[in-house]
């Protein structure tokens, strides 16, 4: 039932501009939203704690890297509950000594930032290795994969128009004709497929992310 | 002075603009007023400055500015309920011209957006055509849905783990709850979970968002309780691991080494972290079945992983794995709908088309 009266509030919502309707609208995208967040990442850092613990405890394949993860868990919920985000504002806990600063910001420009930037320059070796895959032209469609991405690549550059003037134009309309023609038809199907999910849902059909069966 | 001022008004050449027209701005929340105007026919406007007047006041202020080009512009900073009527300065290198007064008018909030009207009709008939065959598929009519490799192979996906005596790892995307790729992970994982409770196949479920954590925790929890096998469930099956994007992508790749699932499943909204979880599963030798509707995402999947759920193939595999009728039917309707939109698409094409040919002298 609130499954049901909260998904025709939704579409309702989109259909009605007036400011009594947007506001609750808000409040429960924002605000209620916000709040069972809070409440889950409190279930989520018990997931995680209780994940490590199980490990420890069974001594599981490279269990000794669940210490660094509890630790690290709890060192970074000390400094961001008590050592305040950044120098100007300060919590409790001392967190620096002398010119060597480790409050919240700190942590994340000189820890977080660095780690996720490594694992996105990974992107760049994965994309070789998949190209590589890809261009194998084992069938048609591959084949013709394989000669799509070749005149975009080589139009992309200032040899392809050398080579070949027109080829940078034909490349391009490979791109916005061809494709976009693709992208689109996936993207009907997409936005057909979304709507028919959610009214399957808010009529009770599909209950199976409720933990029920279809 | 006067004469001076009188002289300036005989020697500005200027025309300022006319029908200068305010009302309110329609389909909105309130609190803006819509002008409209025809520019003047002068070359030499540079802009026109926009003056308003509240009613019973004698000041004119200035509230925006539009280009030479412009005859319209919205003033979104006024309250509802009170009158206001506007002027349009027209603005030249050397003299300025302003246009008579517009009437007063009031801005107030609508109770109905008419420029969604089109997605309104269009979301009526696609649930009218959805509750129709769900209707046939309550009255036993066999309905038919092609097949889906992808969705085909996930029985052998998970023999083949049963047999190697592997886990199955389900990634069910990197988005929260509000999603529909997620909610639609959620029920394949449903499908999924009662699957491994059968074969007593280890899962492996690790996840980005806490609120996704709990539904999938949940839902793996009833879908072990629905095959009998509530006693396999381990609630350590299903954790959260970090909301940082690149974070989960490096610890779902560890699990990945060093668990060696004999199958991934990458299913959901997923980011640039695509391509990096699929290209390691490849690594591993596992069976992956990818499905997103994140557009830019599919090639990478198509590339990486053995079957990729493309777009809507996503939101029908729950009802394709479950079998369900009802669902079954709504698919129908996706499809009929599908039908719809493209023979509009043919129509309007050919319409587009013969509108701009001299078919008009045929007849």
Known sequence: MIVLVLGIFGAVAFVIPHPIVKSIDETMRNDVLRIITAFSLVLGVGSIIQHHLIKI????????????????????????????????????????????????????????????????????????????????????????????????????????????????????????????????GIMFGIGLGSIATSLKIILGIERGWLGGGG | MTLSLSLIFLLSSLSPPTDVIARDKPNDSGGAILLTWTRSSDTTVVSYRVLRQTEGKATWDTVGLAGRLANRFTDDEVQDGIRYRYQILTVSETETAESAPSEYT??????????????????????????????????????FIRRIAGLDAVEEALGRATEMGRGILYVPGLSS?????????????????KKTAKFGTPLIVPLRDPIVYTVAREVVKESYTAAGRADAFNQDMVFYVTDQQFAFAAAVDGIMVREKPATNFFIGMFWAESLILAETGATTGAIQIAGTDAVSQLPFFITACDYTLIGEELYAASAYLSREPLLLGAIKGQDYSKLLILVLIVVSTILALTANLPVQNIF
Not at chain 1, 88 to 106: C, E, V
Not at chain 1, 130 to 151: G, K, S, V
Not at chain 2, 177 to 193: F, H, K, P, R, Y
Request: hydrophobic share 55%; aromatic share 12%; charged share 15%.
């Open chain 1, 57 to 184: 405890r069974r001594k599981a394949e490279h269990w000794p890297f669940s210490y660094i993860a509890l630790i690290s868990l709890a060192v970074s919920a000390a400094i961001g509950l008590f050592g305040g985000i950044d120098p100007a504002s300060p919590g409790i806990l001392p967190t620096h000594i002398g010119g060597f600063s480790f409050h919240m910001q700190a942590l994340y420009d000189n820890i977080m930032i660095p780690l996720a930037s490594t694992m996105f320059a990974l992107l760049a070796f994965f994309m070789a290795s998949a190209a590589y895959r890809a261009f194998r032209a084992r069938n048609l469609e591959a084949t013709l994969l394989l000669i799509a991405a070749f005149i975009l690549m080589l139009g992309a550059v200032p040899l392809g128009r050398m080579l070949i003037r027109p080829l940078p134009d034909f490349a391009e309309w490979i791109l916005t004709v061809p494709n976009t023609a693709a992208k689109r």
């Open chain 2, 106 to 143: 009031v801005c107030s909030p609508q109770w109905f957006n008419f420029d969604r009207m089109p997605a309104v009709i269009g979301t009526i008939i696609f649930t009218c055509l959805i509750v129709f065959f769900i209707g046939r598929a309550k009255r036993n009519i066999k309905l």
């Open chain 2, 177 to 193: 709850i509000d999603d529909v790729a997620t909610i639609a992970s959620m029920n394949i994982l449903g499908e999924v979970a």
